[in-house]
């Protein structure tokens, strides 16, 4: 049996593996050519894609279990601090990394502050960075002022709430009738929000709104209880019994629930909370047993964890590398457009290969492309905090 210690290599694995399907399913060739496993639902469902992001905030959750620790897991002034400080940071990334974009395209039109200072009107006030700032936060808040016995009720009370919330409010209809593009709407502005398309219609409908970021909270929180776990079970083979038990109890009551409450991403339901998490868990208990206990660490560990070590700054590098992949102009095509580094690569693949398969590749290449500066980073032990 491999030795057991305070930092388990399966963690940062099962992150890096959230991190490099974000970055895969966020960067195809082209939007038009998807293989199904790489797109979301688009409505109610679940598809591997949807998988990624609420993999990733739990992972949060257990990270949150061993950063408070050493605040024992109590409210005070330093612990208040790094908590709002992480928080604006977090929130400001998502603002900055927008408005770098239109930066960025304006620079390829030769006027880059107009074109920044123009679209500050249509700017997206939540997105993914944002919504990890509104659940680190107030999952945090829960974690210091609450009792830890008190969490699993905290958790049902805000699924129970929630799953009711949405079915006298219409919340599993696509309409502006829906009280979460409801609140969005009237709160964000719809100028302000992102613009969901679903059978053949688009409406202003943000898959990172204000009211679905309530059962996030409940997602954190339970990926809370596992780091506490992880903590107070010294066992790997009890830890990995544990997950095993709570994460088939979890993902059976989504699944059976799913008829009376639709499991969607999109409005994150509670059913789609109780499934992913029980999912989360069940992989991790597997990655422990066959990475923590087996000792199997073979070069696809080592990958992955060149990924978990630096998370949310492979996240941002990917982003960024996005946006400037696919605004800086390399040249002019016979139409006279733009040929950025984005098209230029796409159309290689799709000179050798089908619209899906180039499309693909790219997305492919481009996790390699963020793997290795990752695993430099990695390699130089440079571990950036975000």
Not at 35 to 40: K, N, Q, S, V
Not at 178 to 188: E, F, H, R
Not at 232 to 237: A, E, G, R
Request: hydrophobic residues 50%.
């Amino acid at each position: 049996m491999a030795k057991e210690n305070k930092r388990l290599l399966s963690l940062d694995i099962l992150r890096g593996i959230t991190i490099a399907g974000m970055l895969l399913v966020n960067n195809p060739g082209t939007w038009s050519y998807l293989y199904r496993p790489l797109e979301h639902a688009e409505w109610i469902g679940l598809s591997p894609t949807d998988l990624v992001f609420p993999f990733f905030i739990f992972c949060m959750g257990v990270s949150m279990a061993f950063s408070l620790k050493k605040f024992n897991y109590k409210i005070s002034r330093p612990l208040m601090w790094k908590i709002v400080r992480r928080t604006v940071v977090l929130f400001l990334i998502g603002w900055v990394v927008q408005w770098f974009g239109h930066l960025v395209r304006g620079l390829c039109k030769g006027d880059p502050f107009v074109e920044a200072v123009n679209n500050l009107d249509t700017l997206r006030y939540l997105g993914v960075f944002q919504r990890l700032a509104l659940v680190y936060f107030f999952g945090s808040l829960c974690v210091v002022l609450f009792n830890r016995k008190f969490i699993p009720w905290l958790i049902g009370l805000i699924l129970v709430a929630y799953a009711l919330i949405l079915g006298f409010g219409h919340g599993y209809d696509f309409s502006l009738e829906n009280i979460i593009a409801q609140i969005d709407n009237s709160v964000l502005g719809t100028d302000h929000m992102y613009h969901e398309s679903a059978f053949g219609e688009s409406i202003s409908f943000d898959p990172e709104g204000i009211l679905s970021t309530l059962p996030c909270i409940a997602h954190v929180l339970i990926g809370y209880l596992v780091g506490r776990m992880i903590l107070s079970v010294h066992n790997n083979s009890e830890r990995v019994s544990t997950m095993l038990l709570w994460g088939t109890v979890m993902l059976l009551a989504g699944w059976l629930l799913q008829y009376g409450i639709p499991c969607g991403k999109k409005m994150w339901s509670s059913t789609f909370v109780l499934i992913t998490c029980g999912m989360a868990m069940c992989i991790q208990a597997m990655l422990i047993h066959f990475v923590d206990i087996k000792g199997s660490k073979g070069s696809w560990a080592r990958f992955f964890e060149s990924f978990g070590v630096n998370p949310l700054a492979l996240y941002l590098i990917g982003t960024v590398l996005a946006i400037l992949f696919g605004a800086i102009p390399l040249g002019h095509d016979a139409e006279g457009g733009n040929i950025t580094v984005h098209s230029a690569v796409y159309d290689f693949f799709n000179s050798l290969f089908n619209e899906y398969t180039a499309s693909a590749l790219y997305a492919v290449c481009f996790v390699l492309l963020n793997w290795v500066i990752g695993h430099i980073l990695y390699k130089k032990k440079v571990f950036i905090k975000i």
